[in-house]
């Protein structure tokens, strides 16, 4: 099966050509998904890049193997490496299943608006999600998915 590639964003709904505003009409929301596998008592980072201006919806982890560190395993999504921009905290160590991050009311804000130092640029934003173990670590998988949508 093919896929297609365009700039975006996508509009949806019933409203003619022309038409900009209405009640029917809304933004596509999108996902892209990383995923991270301890390495011993280092921290594990990867990186997704949205188009700039994007709002994240929300970031769902899900913990298909618990981290078994020695002391905790957290999980954080920032602009960096161990960034907590847009959620931190997030116990990798002690259960499987989905977890869905608490943000704090700055995470909500930093989510609204995704930019590259504040300023909207022409490449993509940078979204790091980081796992930092305490203690050597032999297991752990965790798949993490951001929702967004393109702003207009």
Not at 90 to 110: E, H, M, S
Not at 129 to 145: C, F
Request: charged content about 5%; proline content about 6%.
């Amino acid at each position: 099966m093919g896929t297609t590639t365009f700039s975006g964003p996508v509009r949806s709904g019933t409203l003619k050509t022309g038409e900009t505003n209405g009640p029917n009409l809304g933004l596509a929301v999108l996902e892209q998904e990383t995923s991270i596998t301890q390495n011993s008592t280092t921290a594990v980072s990867s990186t997704l890049y949205i188009p700039v201006g994007s709002k994240i919806i929300n970031i769902l982890v899900d913990v298909l193997t618990a981290f078994n560190s020695a002391s905790s395993a957290v999980l954080s999504v920032g602009t960096a490496a161990a960034g907590t921009q847009y959620a931190s905290g997030v116990d990798v160590k002690t259960a499987t299943g989905r977890i869905t991050p608490t943000f704090t009311a700055a995470q909500l804000a930093a989510m609204s608006n995704v930019s590259v130092l504040g300023v909207a640029a022409p490449t993509p934003a940078p979204v790091v999600v980081t796992v930092t173990p305490t203690g050597a670590t032999t297991a752990g998988y965790v798949r993490v998915t951001l929702v967004y949508a393109q702003q207009p």
